[in-house]
T-cell receptor, first 110, second 115 residues
Framework: GQQVMQIPQYQHVQEGEDFTTYCNSS?????IQWYKQRPGGHPVFLIQLVKSGEVKKQKRLTFQFGEAKKNSSLHITATQTTDVGTYFCAGGTSYGKLTFGQGTILTVHP | EAGVTQFPSHSVIEKGQTVTLRCDPI?????LYWYRRVMGKEIKFLLHFVKESKQDESGMPNNRFLAERTGGTYSTLKVQPAELEDSGVYFC?????????????FGPGTRLTVT
């Protein structure tokens, strides 16, 4: 079945540093979605990428979808303490089922 | 607009007991999903309802798990009998439609501990 690998598992940064998390799928994805889970919270949808090579930006967050639609990345520029949490990528299908990566736990030191 | 709600928020039961988790999706959302996160591992898909019908139950671990969505509104997930490895956080999500253009909204989850 489809597997989505996400690295790194943990990332500790100083406030103001950049952060990147990467996802790789064993199969070509229909789409990829990114979620953020704050400590003690639940996954909250950030964005969805559908097209090969797509790049989307949300303020300090940049999301990329690979040309082969098998990998994706999330980059945060100049992290802030409000960015702490676990970031998940999830490969989506045309009918809705999501296959999640393991998540990257981001800690930001002030 | 009210979000996805789940009950209970926490449940501690002994091995062999039965537990029923409930999910109320966002009103008007026909699609309802159950996911589970076992400690330290990824969030895994369990099943997907479209209204009252099971669209995909390929992620259900075994026949100790039974999901229902009578009337196409709220859903329940029953674990009977519970085993230690069933411990984890069970998330419910709903979406207005299915597929790649519909965002899934997650509930707060039910933390299940089996002792």
């Amino acid at each position: 079945g489809q597997q989505v690998m996400q690295i790194p598992q943990y990332q500790h940064v100083q406030e103001g540093e950049d952060f990147t998390t990467y996802c790789n799928s064993s199969t070509t994805l229909s789409n990829i979605q990114w979620y953020k889970q704050r400590p003690g919270g639940h996954p909250v949808f950030l964005i969805q990428l559908v097209k090969s090579g797509e790049v989307k930006k949300q303020k300090r967050l940049t999301f990329q979808f690979g040309e082969a639609k098998k990998n994706s990345s999330l980059h945060i520029t100049a992290t802030q303490t409000t960015d702490v949490g676990t970031y998940f990528c999830a490969g989506g299908t045309s009918y809705g089922k999501l296959t999640f990566g393991q998540g990257t736990i981001l800690t930001v030191h002030p | 607009e009210a979000g996805v709600t789940q009950f209970p928020s926490h449940s501690v039961i002994e091995k062999g007991q039965t537990v029923t988790l409930r999910c109320d999706p966002i009103s008007g959302h026909d699609n309802l999903y159950w996911y589970r996160r076992v400690m330290g591992k990824e969030i895994k898909f369990l099943l997907h309802f479209v209204k009252e019908s099971k669209q995909d139950e390929s992620g259900m671990p075994n026949n100790r798990f039974l999901a229902e969505r009578t009337g196409g509104t709220y859903s329940t997930l029953k674990v009977q009998p519970a085993e230690l490895e069933d411990s984890g956080v069970y998330f419910c999500a709903s979406s207005q439609g299915q597929g790649e253009f519909y965002e899934q909204y997650f509930g707060p989850g039910t933390r299940l501990t089996v002792t």
